[in-house]
Nanobody, 123 residues
Framework: VRLVESGGGLVQAGGSLRLSCATS????????MGWFRHAPGKEREFVSG????????SYADSVKGRFTISRDNTKKTVYLQMNSLKLEDTAVYYC?????????????????WGQGTQVTVSS
């Protein structure tokens, strides 16, 4: 099983980035997909999740209205569109896959993880 994130980088505050997570080796449409982030000195935290069919989503309060999660089951890829980025969004962003049929927000619920992609927001 492989999850590979891409799309991170350096962006000014107020800007946008779109993260992608391409998967292989798993039955993609059988997994809830999530995005987490890990900032220095902080715990890894839930950012967003999307149901198997993409008809249900969940967001952390800190990103609601700014980030949008989506998935393409034919491409086995999940996306995170990040708009109006803030300095506090700086972190390594990870995608993760959970075989349960519910969007959960705990790190330990997810079965597979990518290696992460760095997002840095500058002033």
């Amino acid at each position: 099983v492989r999850l590979v994130e891409s799309g991170g980088g350096l962006v000014q505050a107020g800007g946008s980035l779109r993260l992608s997570c391409a998967t292989s080796g798993l039955s993609f449409n059988s997994f809830v997909m999530g995005w987490f982030r890990h900032a220095p000195g902080k715990e890894r935290e839930f950012v967003s999740g999307i149901s198997r069919r993409g008809d249900d989503t969940s967001y952390a309060d800190s990103v609601k209205g700014r980030f949008t999660i989506s998935r393409d089951n034919t491409k086995k890829t999940v996306y995170l569109q990040m708009n109006s980025l803030k300095l506090e969004d700086t972190a390594v962003y990870y995608c993760a896959a959970d075989f349960r049929n519910t969007i959960l927000q705990l790190v330990e619920n997810y079965d597979y993880w990518g290696q992460g992609t760095q997002v840095t927001v500058s002033s």
